[in-house]
């Protein structure tokens, strides 16, 4: 796992792990701070086609403005603000599974029955391509509303909300096979989603003051936020 890091941001080991910071800021600057195992590989040469991904891990606050989480997943936009030397990725399509927290800025989902913020179990699956993508992206410039409802029909995704004080320590686990995700929070099962990613994936963790959303109404929109100091701890960090 390599960490990086934006400005007035940090990933700091610990005797057992490591401690991700971000600093009090604006809403004009991204700042993010992260550890992976895919930054400097081509997509298709992530890392993972199954995995168990097991950790310890507390938060600053039940209410970071961003988002913070760990899981996988197929880094879709290609971009990385803030990093240089990384490989070229053209956008993609989600893949993901992940423990995900979202401030009420974010709206992540692209159906009206999903959570969309706080803290979530979350996976998506996508093709490469979909014959309806090209319609989307058609329709995005006159009919956001449209546009979500189409990728809606394109992504596939699953998701769970979580009764969990995420200032206190907790076990987290995920287990990803080709056929479905465990979420397990102090060795119980939390949420199991026959809706597994396809791979190749790369392991993320990360806190960051991002926001996206893409809300019933039709709204899509993507942004920095004003937050305080914040923090994630963890320790135990293992991958089978």
């Known amino acids: 796992m390599k960490p990086r890091a934006t400005q007035n941001a940090g990933v700091e080991s610990t005797e057992k792990g490591w401690k991700l910071g971000i600093q009090k800021g604006d809403s004009l600057h991204y700042r993010d701070a992260q550890l992976d195992d895919y930054s400097q590989l081509p997509r298709h040469k992530f890392p993972h086609h199954s995995l168990t991904l097991s950790l310890r891990a507390r938060a600053s606050s039940n209410s970071i403005a961003g988002t913070w989480g760990f899981g996988l997943w197929n880094d879709p936009f290609g971009l990385s603000p803030g990093f240089g030397g990384n490989p070229f990725r053209l956008p993609t399509l989600p893949n993901a599974a992940w423990f995900f927290s979202a401030s009420p800025q974010n709206h992540l989902s692209f159906t009206d029955d999903k959570p969309a913020h706080g803290f979530l179990a ?3 699956r996508s093709s490469k391509f979909h014959p309806l993508l090209p319609l989307a992206g058609l329709t995005l410039p006159f009919s956001q509303k449209s546009a979500r409802k189409l990728l809606s029909k394109i992504i596939n995704e699953d998701s769970a909300a979580l009764s969990v004080d995420v200032t206190q320590w907790h076990a987290y686990e995920l287990d990803w096979s080709p056929m479905r995700v465990l979420f397990h929070v102090d060795q119980a099962l939390v949420f199991e989603s026959p809706v597994s990613p396809h791979p190749p994936l790369g392991v993320i963790i990360w806190i ?11 709204r899509i929109a993507f942004g920095v936020l004003e937050g305080n100091d914040e923090w994630l701890e963890i ?6």
């Open 122 to 124: 979350q996976t998506f």
């Open 208 to 218: 960051d003051n991002q926001y996206a959303a893409f809300t019933p109404a039709g």
């Open 235 to 240: 320790e135990g960090l293992a991958i089978n």
